[in-house]
């Protein structure tokens, strides 16, 4: 599939877009490692901010103190979530499961 070609104003603002969301989701991450948000908070943010809910729920859960990449990946391998899973596309039983856990 070849990407569209794009006038530079049309470049610029996708560029600023992406900038934007990864501040966001940078923002989020720093809050939940200095425990400032809970995860609860973050997973009801993501209904409202599209950069959150487009997040992966494994960089999400890295992000969280104490947690890691091997412990984020069994943690997801035991609630039955995708390794590729995005914030937005959980279940309400798996939320259940991650806010039971993490709080």
């Given at each position: 599939?070849?990407?569209?070609?794009?006038?530079?104003?049309?470049?610029?603002?996708?560029?600023?877009?992406?900038?934007?969301?990864?501040?966001?989701?940078?923002?989020?991450?720093?809050?939940?490692k200095s425990?400032?948000?809970?995860?609860?908070?973050?997973?009801?943010?993501?209904?409202?901010?599209?950069?959150?809910?487009?997040?992966?729920?494994?960089?999400?859960?890295?992000?969280?103190?104490?947690?890691?990449?091997?412990?984020?990946?069994?943690?997801?391998?035991?609630?039955?979530?995708?390794?590729?899973?995005?914030?937005?596309?959980?279940?309400?039983?798996?939320?259940?499961e991650l806010?039971?856990?993490?709080?």
């Amino acid at each position: 599939m070849a990407l569209p070609d794009l006038t530079p104003e049309q470049r610029a603002a996708a560029l600023e877009k992406a900038t934007v969301a990864r501040r966001r989701r940078a923002e989020v991450k720093a809050a939940l490692k200095s425990r400032s948000m809970s995860l609860s908070e973050a997973l009801a943010l993501a209904d409202t901010d599209e950069a959150i809910a487009k997040m992966k729920v494994q960089a999400l859960l890295e992000s969280l103190p104490r947690v890691g990449a091997n412990t984020a990946a069994h943690l997801m391998e035991e609630v039955r979530i995708a390794p590729s899973r995005r914030v937005r596309g959980l279940g309400p039983v798996q939320r259940e499961e991650l806010v039971r856990r993490f709080g």
